[in-house]
């Protein structure tokens, strides 16, 4: 069965500082990977979405960047953090062959300070 | 372009009783897919239900169900004999087959004992 491992849980990062968030998928291959950021109670809001290696598709422009390494690695970055990137953030995978629902990781409480 | 509408922002509901969610969408397209996430307050998404415009019989999963009204443009979720784990956000999403879904901005339920 297909399994996503989202890490870490909480992270509080003092502003300046660099961000990496990890995210892997296991059981499938060439899965579609996104990472969603989540403001408190509110909605999704898709950040990057990969369909492949090295193809990545930002849908928002801000200080955050996203890589894919490995097919079933993806990896959420900033250089500087910023006091407005504290938020949940939800890495999430689906099927290559679209028509399917994501499945999510547990996310990580980033706080920046 | 799509959007998603969840017009109730918190709903309540006595435990066993039965809640109805709504949620509107938007979109020109024939062929689609709806689903229901559930977000406890653990915060992993979890997907509830899903139906696929295409089909025409309302889809069901043990004490949930849809009310699928294509014309309309509706998708509601009801819960049947709700529980105290039931509580949680809920959150509608529409996608097409490419690569993203489109969220409602979530409807908080609360179960009262």
């Known amino acids: 069965s297909q399994t996503i491992h989202q890490w870490p849980a909480t992270l509080v990062q003092p502003v300046g500082s660099p961000l990496s968030l990890e995210c892997t998928v296991e059981g499938t291959s060439n899965p579609n990977l996104y990472w969603y950021r989540q403001a408190a109670g509110r909605g999704l809001q898709l950040l990057f979405y990969?369909?492949?290696?090295?193809?990545i598709s930002s849908e928002v422009p801000q200080n955050l960047s996203a890589s894919r390494p490995q097919d079933r690695q993806f990896i959420l970055s900033s250089k500087k953090l910023l006091l407005s990137d504290s938020g949940f953030y939800l890495c999430?995978?689906?099927?290559?062959?679209?028509?399917?629902?994501?499945?999510f990781g547990q996310g990580t409480r980033l706080t920046v300070v | 372009a799509q959007t998603v509408t969840q017009s109730q922002p918190e709903m309540s509901v006595q435990e066993a009783e039965t809640v109805t969610l709504s949620c509107t969408y938007d979109t020109s397209e024939s062929d689609y897919y709806l689903f229901w996430y559930k977000q406890p307050p653990s915060r992993q998404m979890i997907l509830v239900i899903r139906?696929?415009?295409?089909k025409q019989q309302n889809a069901t999963e043990n004490r949930f169900s849809v009310n699928f009204q294509k014309a309309a443009k509706s998708f509601s979720l009801k819960i049947s004999d709700s529980q105290l784990g039931d509580a949680a956000m809920y959150f509608c999403?529409?996608?097409?087959?490419?690569?993203?879904?489109?969220w409602g901005a979530g409807t908080k339920l609360i179960i009262k004992p």
């Open positions: 999403a529409y996608g097409e087959g490419n690569y993203q879904l489109i």
């Open positions: 139906q696929e415009a295409y």
């Open positions: 990969s369909v492949g290696i090295g193809q």
């Open positions: 999430a995978w689906s099927s290559w062959t679209g028509n399917t629902e994501a499945f």
